[in-house]
């Protein structure tokens, strides 16, 4: 109230200024105008104006009432003098003008503020009303939403009242039903025995006909009720069917119904529940499809609703059997309470029909069974899995293993007629599967640029969703029903576990069939990540502190300390020495932890792992599964050879680069994997018939374009290789990882097969490192350079040199760059210490091997030129074992052991020559040759030269 009161004296003094202000408009804008331009005439000094205000009495300031006239008239003296008058006259006119100045300055700015003003309090007013327009709609809306929710909420009230009401009525009116019932038949027994005795009369005979007509009635009501059993068992109404046909003496006629009701019950629920996928499929209202058979029915089941409807099917089985379970339940419960009244009871009758029923229930179960095997095996076949999807192919191979598991529990039956339908399904699919499967590696080899695949440190395959089932607690022959057992009953002790069954477990609610997502969560991976460093800058931060050597104790600047025993040997080493032995071992063992691989060597590793759990919910086919994944190593392990290794030039000049071994297991996956051209390469290859062998085979990959292995500044794509054959190492890690799994899973009469793939191919996979970085070894230095240069040194000299040659020098320059690109590779990739070990060991064996040919090409040489050869030989392995740390150098003695040959006599050579075949003819005949006249004369140099041709006759 206050506010509102406020408010009115507020627009009141409003609408009186608007109103003072459009009365005085000449006053407002002419008047203080045209003073205002006279007073801009006059020269204003705001000092001297300040003082002239400064100087007015306060009396004129004391009231509004104040009377300046007669108040001057007061104070004028009683003798009048005109001067002084006018000059206090002038100084009141002074004082007025300076006062009349300043409050046209002040009124002027007021009047410029006032329409600001003004419009903001037109705004409030409006935002006032609107205010006001919606408080009492709301006050409105409320009081309507009030009255609707007392009235609902007393209509709620009463109808709940209402419905506890009927709810007491209806159990009361079931249970006067239930005494009807079985008062109306007790009495429609009795009334038929007492009309029995008196039908000789007329009118009880037509009462008799009537009653055994209504008998008959009473039989198609409790048939009808026996029926309704079947598919949903409820304890109390099986009784009171019972009780019944107790009552009309019919419990062997109630089992031989019972029985046809379930088997009619199989076949109208697999009908119902195939016919409704079928019509949904369809799309449209024709009726033609409930008239069909069921086995022609369920070739109409379409790929996508497959799945789905086998689920749906084995759960209406379920309830099916898990209903003539509870029934068989029921049976055995009520014999155990009667079996003390019948053994005290003078009739035989009950211990007739109890034993009748006991048989007649144990003989169900197998004709059960085999009936809900018919329908499934029907369901199977009637569709063409070989093009499902793998997903939904694991799922229908889990289905029937549960199903199967059911049947083991319901009768003890094997299955016979579901494992082979389902291995017939499963060999169909699991040819086209892997088919496809091995063109599609082939696509992803020809495709694959060999770069690094990132992945985590501690990467492993159990992290991959496809190896999940390995990781749990459940040995390969449980069967997946058991997982689902034991998934959802985590409460009882493992014990209790093993002894409950299926139906036990699921006997109130649920179903085994039902298809759990509750750990959709860890399907999840995170296995892929940086390989290396975030960012260039931490990489370069990395490499700075392995340059300094300012962190480095002093004890390792003065002695290398072997890491493996701890002893300091007495030599020292130099600085720059250990600064690049830091760096190297950087290079080399950067993220050590990470796994080289690429992103088909996971797709590969994913492959098994679908094919392992394919195997291991279908045992009878794991020994084609095994060979297939077999096949997909072979074939990884080709295509690597060929791409990387294979390179006739090189593999003839390369001593022992493939084994034996290796030499057989590519000559088998070629034989019996790849399918070569008809010519050319194919040339070769023992070529089978056109037909299904054929089918099996799989055209020789190639090599991507984008893969460049001829540019000397990549070490001729050293990268790629590195990560080509590093990955092929992986791959055969995780299949050594797998071994044991497999064996457990392999029959016993194929395991010798599983052990030689292991023995045979998995283990040489760390072999092809010699013949893929023996090519790059062959191109990184020039080794032909050297033979030339060490052609143009004068070996016959006859003083003995200080200095050595410079073919030295220059091939030591060779190593350093090989080095120094190394490294850079390293940069990149991580280059593991067993492929720099076997890079090193290449490049040194070529060397050395090179000097013995160029010491093999010498045509005069002195004595003193022999022992330039072993100065030059040891200035190169002095300088080079500062280069690299392997020990001791290959082939060291090969070319010691060459030079030292020229200072042997006659018998010493031929021995010699005897001994040493790993030198050529060219090379032995050439030592023969120049010791030829210091030492050996020409009898004994026919002599050796015959030896020496001996020697290579065989091989001719």
């Known amino acids: 109230m206050d506010r509102l009161c406020f408010l009115e004296i507020f627009w009141r003094a409003v609408f009186f200024l608007r109103a003072s202000v459009s009365s005085l408009p000449t006053r407002v804008s002419q008047q203080p105008g045209e003073e205002m331009r006279e007073m801009r005439e006059q020269p204003i000094d705001p000092q001297a104006e300040q003082e002239i205000i400064n100087s007015i009495q306060e009396v004129y300031y004391s009231n509004d009432s104040f009377d300046m006239v007669q108040h001057e008239l007061e104070k004028l003296p009683p003798e009048l003098n005109l001067q002084e008058l006018e000059e206090y006259r002038d100084k009141l006119k002074r004082q007025q003008a300076a006062v009349k100045r300043v409050t046209l300055v002040t009124q002027c700015e007021w009047i410029s503020c006032f329409p600001q003003e003004l419009e903001r309090v037109t705004s409030l007013q409006t935002n006032l009303q609107l205010a006001a327009v919606i408080c009492t709609n709301a006050r409105r809306q409320l009081s309507i939403s009030k009255e609707d929710f007392t009235e609902a909420s007393l209509g709620l009230l009463a109808n709940q009242r209402r419905r506890h009401l009927l709810t007491g009525l209806l159990k009361s009116l079931r249970t006067i039903k239930t005494l009807v019932t079985f008062v109306s038949l007790s009495l429609c027994l009795e009334c038929q025995k007492a009309a029995s005795t008196f039908k000789h009369y007329s009118c009880i005979s037509e009462l008799n006909s009537k009653l055994q007509d209504t008998l008959e009635q009473i039989e198609e009501q409790l048939d009808v009720a026996l029926s309704k059993t079947c598919k949903h068992f409820d304890v109390s109404h099986y009784t009171r069917v019972q009780l019944a046909y107790t009552l009309l003496e019919k419990t062997q006629t109630a089992m031989d119904q019972l029985h046809m009701h379930f088997t009619q019950a199989i076949h109208n629920t697999v009908f119902q529940v195939v016919l409704g996928y079928v019509e949904l499929c369809a799309g449209n209202a024709d009726t033609k499809f409930q008239k069909?058979?069921?086995?022609?029915?369920?070739?109409?089941?379409?790929?996508?609703?497959?799945?789905?409807?086998?689920?749906?099917?084995?759960?209406?089985?379920?309830?099916?059997?898990?209903?003539?379970?509870?029934?068989?339940?029921?049976?055995?419960?009520?014999?155990?309470?009667?079996?003390?009244?019948?053994?005290?009871?003078?009739?035989?009758?009950?211990?007739?029909?109890?034993?009748?029923?006991?048989?007649?229930?144990?003989?169900?179960?197998?004709?059960?069974?085999?009936?809900?095997?018919?329908?499934?095996?029907?369901?199977?076949?009637?569709?063409?899995?070989?093009?499902?999807?793998?997903?939904?192919?694991?799922?229908?191979?889990?289905?029937?293993?549960?199903?199967?598991?059911?049947?083991?529990?319901?009768?003890?039956?094997?299955?016979?007629?579901?494992?082979?339908?389902?291995?017939?399904?499963?060999?169909?699919?699991?040819?086209?599967?892997?088919?496809?499967?091995?063109?599609?590696?082939?696509?992803?080899?020809?495709?694959?640029?060999?770069?690094?695949?990132?992945?985590?440190?501690?990467?492993?395959?159990?992290?991959?969703?496809?190896?999940?089932?390995?990781?749990?607690?459940?040995?390969?022959?449980?069967?997946?029903?058991?997982?689902?057992?034991?998934?959802?009953?985590?409460?009882?002790?493992?014990?209790?576990?093993?002894?409950?069954?299926?139906?036990?477990?699921?006997?109130?609610?649920?179903?085994?069939?039902?298809?759990?997502?509750?750990?959709?969560?860890?399907?999840?991976?995170?296995?892929?990540?940086?390989?290396?460093?975030?960012?260039?800058?931490?990489?370069?931060?990395?490499?700075?502190?392995?340059?300094?050597?300012?962190?480095?104790?002093?004890?390792?600047?003065?002695?290398?300390?072997?890491?493996?025993?701890?002893?300091?040997?007495?030599?020292?080493?130099?600085?720059?020495?250990?600064?690049?032995?830091?760096?190297?071992?950087?290079?080399?063992?950067?993220?050590?932890?990470?796994?080289?691989?690429?992103?088909t060597t996971l797709n590969v590793i994913r492959l098994v792992g679908k094919y392992i759990q394919m195997m291991n919910i279908l045992k009878p086919i794991a020994f084609d599964v095994i060979h297939c994944v077999s096949q997909l190593f072979d074939y990884y392990l080709y295509a690597v050879y060929t791409f990387f290794g294979r390179n006739d030039m090189y593999e003839s000049s390369g001593p022992g680069l493939i084994s034996s071994r290796l030499r057989t297991t590519l000559n088998r996956i070629q034989e019996s994997l790849i399918q070569m051209d008809s010519l050319g390469e194919g040339s070769s290859t023992v070529h089978g018939g056109p037909g299904e062998d054929r089918k099996e085979k799989v055209p020789s990959p190639h090599l991507s374009q984008l893969v460049v292995l001829t540019a000397s500044e990549t070490l001729y794509g050293l990268a790629q290789r590195v990560v080509a054959t590093e990955s092929l190492v992986f791959l055969a890690e995780q299949f050594e990882f797998l071994q044991s799994h497999l064996d457990t899973m392999m029959p016993a009469a194929k395991k010798p097969f599983l052990q030689q793939f292991y023995s045979q191919t998995v283990s040489t996979a760390s072999e092809l490192r010699k013949p893929i970085y023996w090519v790059v070894a062959a191109k990184a230095l020039d080794y032909e350079q050297m033979l030339l240069l060490m052609a143009g040194v004068k070996w016959d000299i006859r003083e003995i040199m200080s200095q050595h040659n410079v073919y030295v020098d220059v091939l030591l320059k060779e190593f350093e760059e090989f080095n120094k690109r190394l490294g850079d590779v390293s940069r990149h990739v991580r280059v593991?210490?067993?492929?720099?070990?076997?890079?090193?060991?290449?490049?040194?064996?070529?060397?050395?091997?090179?000097?013995?040919?160029?010491?093999?090409?010498?045509?005069?040489?002195?004595?003193?030129?022999?022992?330039?050869?072993?100065?030059?030989?040891?200035?190169?392995?002095?300088?080079?074992?500062?280069?690299?740390?392997?020990?001791?150098?290959?082939?060291?003695?090969?070319?010691?052991?060459?030079?030292?040959?020229?200072?042997?006599?006659?018998?010493?050579?031929?021995?010699?020559?005897?001994?040493?075949?790993?030198?050529?003819?060219?090379?032995?005949?050439?030592?023969?040759?120049?010791?030829?006249?210091?030492?050996?004369?020409?009898?004994?140099?026919?002599?050796?030269?015959?030896?020496?041709?001996?020697?290579?006759?065989?091989?001719?």
């Open 832 to 956: 593991p210490l067993p492929v720099s070990n076997v890079l090193w060991e290449h490049c040194i064996r070529l060397a050395n091997r090179t000097l013995v040919e160029g010491y093999g090409n010498v045509k005069k040489c002195s004595n003193e030129g022999r022992a330039l050869m072993q100065l030059d030989f040891q200035q190169f392995l002095m300088k080079l074992e500062k280069l690299t740390d392997m020990r001791p150098i290959p082939d060291k003695d090969f070319v010691e052991t060459y030079i030292k040959a020229y200072y042997l006599t006659e018998n010493d050579m031929e021995q010699f020559i005897k001994n040493h075949r790993e030198y050529s003819m060219k090379q032995l005949a050439n030592l023969v040759n120049v010791c030829l006249g210091s030492h050996i004369n020409k009898k004994a140099r026919q002599k050796l030269l015959a030896a020496i041709d001996d020697i290579d006759r065989p091989k001719r």
């Open 292 to 599: 069909m058979q069921y086995k022609d029915l369920c070739t109409h089941i379409t790929q996508d609703s497959y799945v789905p409807c086998l689920s749906d099917l084995c759960k209406a089985l379920w309830e099916v059997m898990l209903s003539y379970h509870r029934t068989m339940q029921w049976h055995e419960e009520q014999d155990k309470e009667e079996e003390i009244n019948i053994q005290f009871s003078d009739t035989e009758e009950a211990v007739v029909d109890h034993s009748y029923v006991k048989k007649k229930l144990e003989h169900g179960l197998t004709r059960i069974w085999q009936e809900v095997q018919l329908k499934v095996k029907a369901y199977l076949l009637g569709t063409d899995m070989s093009n499902f999807k793998y997903d939904d192919f694991i799922v229908v191979l889990d289905v029937i293993s549960r199903l199967m598991q059911v049947g083991e529990e319901f009768c003890g039956s094997k299955s016979e007629l579901l494992q082979e339908s389902i291995k017939r399904q499963s060999v169909n699919y699991f040819k086209n599967y892997h088919r496809t499967r091995l063109e599609e590696l082939r696509m992803f080899l020809e495709n694959e640029t060999w770069e690094l695949c990132p992945v985590k440190s501690n990467f492993n395959i159990a992290q991959l969703h496809e190896f999940k089932f390995m990781g749990q607690s459940r040995s390969p022959s449980v069967s997946p029903s058991r997982q689902v057992l034991s998934s959802q009953d985590q409460v009882l002790s493992s014990k209790d576990q093993e002894v409950l069954s299926l139906f036990q477990h699921f006997s109130q609610e649920g179903n085994p069939f039902e298809r759990h997502i509750d750990n959709k969560d860890e399907e999840t991976e995170d296995v892929l990540a940086s390989n290396g460093y975030e960012s260039d800058e931490l990489e370069k931060c990395v490499y700075q502190d392995y340059d300094s050597d300012s962190d480095v104790p002093d004890e390792l600047k003065q002695d290398y300390v072997d890491e493996q025993t701890g002893d300091v040997p007495l030599k020292s080493a130099s600085r720059e020495t250990l600064r690049s032995r830091k760096k190297s071992d950087y290079s080399l063992n950067k993220g050590s932890n990470a796994p080289i691989l690429t992103n």
